[in-house]
């Protein structure tokens, strides 16, 4: 569990968490792996930091997911990696990855510790075979940013409210540099925010 006074840090929207999460891992010099498909905005946010996108290819005969030999590929061609943006449930493939998946995929990252993880799973409400998607944090704790929000599980887009959960170290970082952005997520959003977890059942997800 995350110690809510040092580890999670509400932003406006998901998307700013991710851009955040980006600015304090990567920089000048570094490389990002991006794997493909991929959301738009993952690569021009990692330009914006002044990092390299290594786009990852991933194949339609694996589902598009990420396999443990080809990431451990892609770490080995690119030594200057700083960090993996790893969408789970891919945007925009819907595509899934399990739970063994995920344990394989954490221990290759054990082989480089110089890798942090921006783990998006603002779809992981949004699954439709019937298995739950477990967050990537629970494998790789120590060097795993994870993003989430309230746009796609409560329907709640144009409220702008997302949240970064990670190790005080990263959430420090963060923290200091949204409080000379934004400063803070509206307080009607964060009322708004509250009553969706308070109030709305599993039932309605």
Known sequence: SYNPATEIVVANGAKQ??????????GDGD???????????????????????????????????????ALRESLEAHPKTKLLIFCNPSNPTGGVH???????LADVL????????LADEIYERLTY???????????????????????????????RLGYLAAPAKYAKAVT???????SCAGSVSQAAGLAALQDVSEEEL
């Open 110 to 117: 054990q082989d480089f510790p110089q890798v942090a993880v």
């Open 31 to 69: 490389e990002v792996l991006v794997p493909a498909p991929y959301w738009p905005s993952y690569p021009e946010m990692v330009r914006l930091a002044g990092a390299e996108p290594i786009i990852m290819d991933t194949k339609a005969e694996d589902g598009f997911l990420i396999t443990p030999e």
């Open 176 to 182: 200091t540099l949204q409080s000379q952005l934004t």
């Open 17 to 26: 968490a991710v851009y955040q999460g980006i600015l304090v891992t990567a």
């Open 129 to 159: 075979t019937g298995e739950d998607c477990p967050s990537f944090a629970s494998y790789l704790y120590d060097r795993t940013l994870t993003i989430n929000g309230f746009s796609k599980a409560y329907a709640m887009t144009g409220f």
């Open 98 to 104: 399990d739970a063994a998946r995920l344990q394989e």
